[in-house]
């Protein structure tokens, strides 16, 4: 089921070769980035999913990392809003997680921390319970005070946690931008389902050498 589908060495080229096979199933839609109007949300990018022995690693979200950060260093030069999402739950709030997965994130588990990577003091962070980083947080909120309209939606799991947090975006009203290569899952199959099925109605798959170009003009 997993499989690294991204290397540093090759997540370059295949995510390039990604984006014009979801172009050519699905109109490009061209609307563009507006930098000054968005923000950028890194979900769950926890050693949970990124230490390689922890049984819920991802094999290709190490390669994401430097890219991310390559964002997150942007959006700081720029003075734009970045916002982590850190999945916990106890009991009491994890509602149909712990059976699906016979498992929990819980507050005292070490791995539940942000990689040492991604280390951005100023940024926000928004501790969530569920797959939608809006289900009774205040990640809206946050972006409505910032006047934000298009988020940047990075990290992992991209079929679960990223895909799902992009839908809840749209429905909020808030213009959503997918890097490929921003995001990660654990094999070939659900990266590419979950951009495909953004693409048509939901999200602008994209680069993040295009997102970067924009933020640094």
């Given at each position: ?68 950060k390559r ?48 280390q951005f ?89 295009e997102l ?6």
């Amino acid at each position: 089921m997993k499989n690294p589908y991204f290397t540093h060495e090759t997540i370059d080229g295949v995510s390039r070769e990604m984006l014009r096979t979801i172009e050519k199933s699905n109109k490009k839609r061209r609307f563009a980035f507006s930098p000054s109007r968005s923000a950028l949300i890194i979900l769950d990018m926890q050693k949970y999913f990124l230490d390689q022995n922890s049984h819920a690693f991802v094999p290709s979200a190490p390669s994401i990392v430097p890219k991310i950060k390559r964002l997150a260093n942007a959006f700081v030069q720029s003075d734009l809003p970045i916002i982590f999402t850190r999945h916990i739950n106890s009991s009491e709030d994890s509602q149909l997680m712990a059976s699906w997965w016979n498992d929990l994130i819980t507050e005292d588990n070490s791995l539940s921390e942000i990689i040492d990577e991604l280390q951005f003091p100023r940024a926000k962070i928004v501790k969530k319970t569920q797959y939608d980083g809006f289900y009774k947080t205040d990640l809206e909120d946050i972006l409505l005070k910032r006047g934000v309209c298009q988020l940047v939606i990075t990290g992992v799991l991209s079929h679960l946690c990223c895909e799902t947090t992009a839908r809840s975006a749209f429905v909020r009203g808030f213009f959503v931008f997918l890097p490929i290569d921003g995001t990660a899952t654990y094999n070939d199959e659900f990266h590419r389902a979950t951009c495909l099925n953004l693409s048509h109605g939901f999200a602008i798959p994209v680069l993040v050498d295009e997102l970067l170009k924009s933020l640094e003009t």
